[in-house]
């Protein structure tokens, strides 16, 4: 018989452990977060062949003029675009001598000089100081292209030599 009350007590203790309730600890919460990658805007400028070299050979009681061109290359990621803008020397100096920048949109008379957006075209217009926008866009840019062309109408009244300026680009993101 102890046999039998050692068998149901076994028994009897293997059916409590089974027959124990199961809990399941599933407590659980959520959150959210927010991602934020801020593409700041960029602008790059570069200029193909930078150095504008004019040559000018007036006759005798006569005058010459020359143009040459180069080309500014803007990108930028700004969707807004972006504005391109030029100042500079009013003046092409060679000691105290001088060649003046024209003054509005017109031709070259003799001993100017000055500019204009393109290859074509007789109008020039005077680099002032305080700047002047050249060309504005409304979107993205690769290597987008603005032609300037300058040009130098001079007479014999004018000493020989090289006369230098300055002309600054700026492209600024939108």
């Known amino acids: 018989?102890?046999?039998?009350?050692?068998?149901?007590?076994?028994?009897?203790?293997?059916?409590?452990?089974?027959?124990?309730?199961?809990?399941?600890?599933?407590?659980?919460?959520?959150?959210?977060?927010?991602?934020?990658?801020?593409?700041?805007?960029?602008?790059?400028?570069?200029?193909?062949?930078?150095?504008?070299?004019?040559?000018?050979?007036?006759?005798?009681?006569?005058?010459?003029?020359?143009?040459a061109s180069h080309t500014v290359l803007v990108s930028t990621n700004n969707a807004a675009g972006y504005n391109l803008s030029l100042k500079g020397s009013t003046q092409?100096?060679?000691?105290?001598?001088?060649?003046?920048?024209?003054?509005?949109?017109?031709?070259?008379?003799?001993?100017?000089?000055?500019?204009?957006?393109g290859t074509s075209g007789n109008n020039f217009r005077g680099v002032t100081t305080g700047g002047a926008q050249i060309k504005t866009t409304s979107s993205t840019a690769n290597n987008d292209s603005t032609t300037v062309t300058y040009g130098a109408r001079v007479n014999s009244s004018l000493p020989t030599g090289t006369y230098t300026g300055t002309v600054t680009y700026t492209a600024t993101a939108k």
């Open 1 to 67: 018989m102890t046999k039998i009350v050692k068998a149901l007590s076994i028994l009897a203790t293997s059916s409590a452990i089974i027959c124990l309730p199961v809990f399941s600890a599933s407590a659980a919460n959520t959150a959210n977060t927010t991602i934020n990658a801020t593409v700041n805007s960029v602008i790059s400028l570069s200029i193909a062949d930078q150095d504008i070299d004019l040559n000018l050979t007036p006759t005798v009681g006569g005058s010459d003029s020359d143009t």
């Open 92 to 117: 092409l100096s060679k000691g105290s001598n001088h060649i003046n920048a024209v003054s509005g949109n017109t031709t070259l008379s003799n001993n100017t000089w000055g500019y204009h957006v």
